[in-house]
């Protein structure tokens, strides 16, 4: 592992031709302007931070970086020798790769076959898949790369597609790494294990630039980290030298709470009961099983875990958006047949406001006016019979645009046009108005920036202040722990485990998630257990 | 963040359609000159032709009539999400609704037909689309194929019911018995002499009542809310309460209903009968209307227009203009709905670059 202190190695690279250097960057969109002036250096052999807020101009940056687009004007130098970079392939062969927060795999295909996808050097796949198959042993031994070749991506969990992701970067011969928000979709044992992963890399000699919005992951793994903001680049710090809130008032311009300030919870009468809920995907293949639970009202209930362990399915059963297989849902006490495909409108007239964990598919339609979007699901509610009242969705949504501080303020814009914390917004403006029994919020703060992130939390707890229900879905585990009165800890479609979040540690919640209690394997994770229990065989999962 | 913006919206709507049927015509002209003859006279007979004198005008405003219908059964399908081609079908049976009810009430005043003729023009069109729209909402059979079929399935049915059953006896071409005069929708010549013998009647008000309504619908009710809402995502739909299936059986109920006015215009305001294969394409024409339209009623409006000035101009420019053939004016008209239809878009890609780049430059 590291041998050398950050301070030493920023001096050895110092000494060298930087990995990257950008300069004087700039590029448009139309009128936007993405980058402003961009200067830019990454010094070789460290890993290298950049944060920004959502339209920050992070992702413009790189690729411009990687080819994807063409900057209007100024000058990239890798290893100090100017190039123009053209495409990826361009970029590639200059030894710059890429690691997206979507992830470039053919499903169906073996881990091997990913790997040397468009660089097969010969027309007959034999000795390509050979010599490849010598390449990922050496590249295992050496970073601790571990995926079995033969394995299909289907049958890998994220994190381990993720070092697939990795592994094509390398066989290509990339001496520099971008990665693209990597700990999005991993589970914290995960994350760790990317990051020791990346210290490896470094600690080799390549170089890697991380983007991310997670602050912790800065602190944690970085050497240097830049802040850009609305376009321009605020500042290049070396790590050691900053702090978290410090950061954060460089990327929003101003001061940010970065903990949720709440009093403790008054929970009273129960709202929201599950009982034995049984609910299955659009495969017919059980994804909830046998989940029971309440919600009081005035308590904040907060379900955790690795995305695809159920959760998902478990709001859309709730809210009328997928139809339960077994059990019963009791909203204060009467049971809600929630039958047919119109069941949403039933599950909001009974009083379970929803918002939902992807607001792009569900929560919006984004060519809509933001107007429209603001009545979405309570349609029925503005004008006399057939006709739709304009004027009174107008008028609800210039409500909702003041009490948010949605901008820009014009319900006539597209909603597509709004940012993503802007578009969250819309979508909890609707959902909180309507003075709903329980609210049931899905990742509510999923590529929303810092500063609304604050905004939102505080409006969640204001409704359970207000004696609401409230029902939270997160696959961030900070964000659970500091909003939640209770967390539930839901694994393969189970609930394995319930929290006091004052008091579980992060280590322990971890463990649930990814299907481990402290006697051992839950009795969950049977032979079905999806992907990420494959991580914890890991040696490094251990506790 | 896309690499391009997307057009202004008056790029959108207007110069993207014109430059398409520009292109088609420019394409077309070539041809006019490969055969000799003089491509700019031709544009001035088509001209002339619809809208030169007061009984061409009434002809192109009877085909504008036929293909406003034709448009609207395509474009309102298209607003929620579907892609209705059975207008042709519908229309056909909308056909056999309005023949029926003119007959079993023949000699009846016109004021009183020509509600009727509507109502069952509509009912039995709107059947038509109704089993296709059933199929997808409650089977998943997809619409396309579907509609497809049963323009197929209307053309058997109604070539037995028309040869088989409702063709008099001792006549000899293909039709039903004929409307009686009293009964038929009066032309728009018996009020205005202007409009000389030409086909256009009474029906042209109702294609425009039918335009202002569907602009109503998609934009003003909760039912177009709904509509939109599935077309644009399903999805987000469903999260809003709003059933797909009750939403596509009806919103196919009455495209369907719109083809079968089709029918009125034609077999009560035109023919008097019902004649074998009376449809003749319009309601295919009416997916070019649709799309050039842009889906919306006054874009439908005007390339219905368009369209109807193109029939009418080239039946005109292939009677005064002996060198051009009827085979060279179908050509032009398929150039303009391969144009501004099946290739409507591209010409957007270039566009796009241009705008983009003039706003990059007046950005720096």
């Known amino acids: 592992m590291a041998n050398t202190t950050q301070t030493q190695r920023l001096e050895a690279a110092a000494a060298d031709a930087p990995a990257i250097e950008l300069r004087g960057i700039n590029k448009h969109f139309g009128a936007v302007h ?9 010094k070789r052999g460290t890993v290298h931070g950049i944060v920004g807020e959502n339209g920050a101009g992070k992702s413009t940056l790189m690729s411009i970086l990687y080819g994807f687009y063409t900057a209007d ?76 070749p033969d394995a299909l991506i289907e049958d890998l969990s994220v994190g381990q597609q993720q070092r697939v992701e990795i592994l094509k970067a390398l066989y290509r011969g990339a001496e520099i790494l971008i990665l693209d928000e990597p700990t999005g979709v991993l589970t914290p044992a995960e994350a760790d294990h990317l990051f020791r992963i990346l210290k490896t890399l470094r600690d080799e000699g390549k ?112 809210t009328g958006m997928r139809e339960r297989r077994a059990g019963a849902i009791v909203l204060n006490g009467v049971p809600l047949e929630l039958e047919g495909d119109a069941a949403a409108a039933d599950a909001r007239e009974a009083g379970i406001a929803h918002v939902p964990e992807d607001r792009h598919r569900l929560g919006l339609v984004t060519t809509f006016q933001e107007w429209e979007n603001a009545i979405l699901g309570y349609q029925r509610k503005y004008g006399p019979g057939l006709a739709l009242d304009i004027g009174a969705a107008k008028r609800a949504a210039r409500g909702h645009i003041e009490k948010f501080d949605i901008r820009p303020p014009d319900p006539e814009l597209k909603t597509a046009n709004f940012s993503g914390g802007n578009q969250q917004k819309i979508v909890l403006a609707r959902e909180m108005e309507r003075d709903p029994d329980v609210l049931v919020i899905g990742q509510p703060t999923r590529g929303v920036d810092i500063g609304a992130i604050e905004f939102i939390h505080n409006e969640i707890i204001r409704m359970r202040d207000a004696g609401k229900a409230v029902l939270l879905v997160s696959v961030e585990l900070d964000e659970v722990r500091s909003l939640s009165d209770r967390i539930l800890v839901m694994f393969d479609g189970h609930i394995v485990g319930e929290a006091d979040p004052a008091s579980a540690d992060e280590g322990e919640l971890g463990l649930l998630m990814a299907g481990v209690t402290r006697e051992g394997r839950s009795p969950a994770a049977g032979a079905d257990a999806p992907a990420p229990s494959q991580d914890v065989s890991d040696k490094d999962a251990e506790p | ?82 892609f209705n081609i059975g ?40 059947f038509w689309a109704y089993i296709p729209g059933v199929l997808q909402a409650k089977r998943g059979s997809h619409i396309v194929i579907t509609t497809i079929l049963f323009n197929f399935i209307a053309t058997s049915v109604m070539s037995y019911i028309i040869t088989r059953i409702l063709k008099p006896e001792g006549v000899n071409s293909d039709e039903s018995a004929p409307i009686e005069a009293i009964s038929r929708i009066p032309r728009l010549g018996e009020f205005f002499s202007y409009f000389g013998r030409s086909p256009a009647n009474l029906s042209v008000l109702v294609a425009v009542l039918a335009l202002v309504l569907c602009y109503w619908l998609i934009w003003h009710s909760k ?101 051009i053939t009827k085979e060279m004016i179908v050509t032009i008209q398929a150039l303009v709905i391969l144009f501004t239809g099946a290739m409507g878009d591209m010409l957007r890609i270039p566009l796009m670059r241009l705008f983009d780049r003039r706003a990059t430059a007046g950005g720096q």
């Not at chain 2, 227009?305 to 080239?314: H, I, M």
């Open chain 1, 207 to 318: 170089t890697i630039i991380l983007i991310t919005h997670k602050l912790r992951e800065i602190m944690a793994i970085t050497d240097e980290v830049s802040v850009m903001r609305q376009g321009a680049m605020v500042t290049t710090i070396e790590t050691a030298r900053t702090s978290p809130a410090e950061l954060a008032e460089a990327m929003v311009g101003r001061r940010v709470l970065l903990r949720v300030d709440k009093s403790p919870a008054k929970p009273a009468e129960v709202r929201l009961e599950v009982k034995d809920l049984v609910v299955a995907d659009d495969f017919g293949i059980p994804r909830v099983k046998n989940v029971s639970f309440s919600v009081r009202s005035g308590e904040i209930v907060g379900i955790a875990g690795v995305s695809g362990n159920g959760q998902s399915e478990l709001l859309e059963a709730i």
């Open chain 2, 87 to 126: 207008g042709e079908g519908q229309a056909y049976i909308g056909g056999l609704g309005v023949i029926l009810v003119a007959l079993a009430l023949n000699g009846l005043h016109w004021a009183l037909m020509f509600p009727l003729m509507i109502l069952f023009g509509a009912l039995f069109g709107a």
């Open chain 2, 223 to 323: 039912f177009g809310y709904a509509m939109r809402a599935l077309g644009q995502n399903p999805t987000a739909a469903r999260y809003a309460g709003i059933s797909g299936t009750r939403m596509i059986i009806i919103t196919m109920a009455l495209c369907g209903a719109l083809a079968g006015m089709v029918a009125v215009n034609n077999v009560g305001g035109v023919q008097g009968r019902l004649i074998l294969n009376f449809v003749n394409g319009a309601g295919f024409v009416g997916i070019a209307v649709a799309f050039m339209g842009r889906g919306h009623p006054i874009g439908v409006a005007l390339s219905a227009l368009l369209f109807g000035a193109l029939y009418q101009g080239g039946q005109e420019l292939a009677f005064s203009m002996p060198g």
């Open chain 2, 1 to 82: 963040m896309s690499a391009r913006a997307p057009l202004p919206r008056w790029a959108d709507v207007a110069l993207l359609p014109v430059l398409n049927v520009v292109l088609a015509f420019l394409i077309g002209g070539l041809i006019v000159l490969a055969v000799g003859q003089n491509p700019l006279q031709a544009v001035g007979v088509m001209l002339y032709g619809a809208f030169g004198y007061g009984a061409g005008v009434g002809y192109t405003l009877y085909y504008t009539t036929d293909f406003i219908f034709a448009g609207l059964a395509v474009a309102l399908a298209y607003h929620a999400g579907m």
């Open chain 1, 73 to 148: 004007s100024g000058e990239i130098l890798v290893n100090g020798q100017r190039h123009d970079i053209t495409d990826s392939r361009h970029a590639l062969a200059l030894g710059i790769g890429m690691v997206h927060q979507h992830f470039m795999l053919v499903e169906n295909f073996s881990v091997l076959e990913n790997v040397v996808l468009g660089a097969e050097d010969s027309p007959l796949l034999g000795r390509t898949l050979a010599h490849a198959r010598e390449q990922m042993a050496g590249l295992a031994r050496d970073y601790g790369l571990e995926v079995d």
């Open chain 1, 34 to 42: 993405a980058n402003k002036d961009i200067d830019l250096v990454v």
